[in-house]
């Protein structure tokens, strides 16, 4: 474990960058609020930190495709570890929430074509597996879910442009990728989409994480960006709101706020050269 320290500065720039180049390509969504950058407080390298980081008041947990691995908050020391088999049942597990002593995970067939997804739910203490609930071939990718205030269940099915067709006429995130909200059986209660400037931020990937924050609002990344974006459900109509962003040090993904520390936020940087991948654990401003 190493504090951030003097790294803080390119990233910064990167930050300012990244806002002045949302300003310029998508004049559009102005109206959603810039928030000043994160403070990041705390870094782990973590080899297995590919996909996402949940968290509870004690530990955190890094997910990659087919691994999850637990670590001591305080000293990043691992304390369990499950791992999937090679050509098991288990092949993309993209995010994760701890609610109630139970790891919830998203999971799908991700980059095999048609998508197939499912819910995968762990013992948070132990890692034992303890119950599993498949979409089948439905809307697209699973790529998070979390409870929101009421209790309800919410999550993405994503859809990607980099790896289905280059085309946004066809398969893409532009049209196809959803954000829902479930009934109690997992059915789907409702879907909206996402405004065209927010998946624009995505790129020709999509949604990759989400989570409802401590003020009860809810918080999505994309698949690369170091940004959180925070959106809400419309009045009227299908398409959700863009009401703010937030640079932080991540690198899209999935990320978890932190039960015991409000406002601090656990994400993930992969390493694109080979060496471990950072675990990143950041402060958000204050809303203005």
């Known amino acids: 474990m190493s504090a951030f320290s003097s790294r803080r500065r390119p990233f910064l720039a990167a930050a300012a960058g990244a806002v002045l180049a949302l300003a310029l390509a998508a004049p559009a969504a102005l109206a959603q609020e810039q928030r000043p950058a994160a403070e990041t407080i705390k870094r782990f390298q973590v080899p297995e930190a590919r996909q996402a980081v949940a968290v509870t008041e004690r530990s955190f947990y890094a997910i990659d495709n087919r691994t999850i691995a637990k670590f001591d908050k305080e000293t990043g020391k691992q304390v369990a570890k499950w791992e999937g088999p090679k050509g098991g049942p288990i ?15 998203a999971h799908s067939n991700y980059p095999d074509w048609p998508m197939v997804s499912s819910v995968e739910v762990w013992d948070a203490e132990t890692l034992k ?11 697209g ?18 859809n990607y442009n980099r790896v289905f067709d280059k085309s946004p006429l066809a398969y893409g ?12 059986d997992w059915s789907v209660a ?20 989400g989570a409802f924050g401590p003020d009860g609002r809810l918080y999505i990344t994309g698949h690369d960006n170091a940004e959180l974006y925070v959106i809400a459900a419309p009045e009227m ?11 932080l040090e991540i690198g899209g993904q999935g990320f978890a706020f932190d039960p015991a520390e409000r406002g601090v936020v656990w994400g993930l940087i ?18 203005p």
């Open 190 to 209: 409702e879907a909206f989409v996402y405004p065209d400037a927010l998946v624009a931020r995505f790129q020709d990937m999509s949604n990759s994480g």
């Open 91 to 105: 092949l993309h597990l993209d995010s994760g929430v701890v609610r109630d002593g139970k790891l919830y995970t």
């Open 141 to 158: 990718s699973f790529t998070w879910l979390d409870r929101d205030p009421q209790g309800r269940w919410w999550g993405a099915f994503a």
């Open 129 to 139: 597996h303890l119950e599993s609930h498949s979409f089948g071939i439905d809307r």
């Open 173 to 184: 995130n532009k049209f196809n990728t959803q954000i829902v909200r479930f009934n109690p």
């Open 237 to 247: 109509g299908s398409v959700m709101q863009w009401l703010e962003t937030i640079p």
């Open 270 to 287: 992969r390493n694109k050269a080979g060496g471990p991948n950072d675990v990143t654990v950041s402060r958000l401003p204050p809303r």
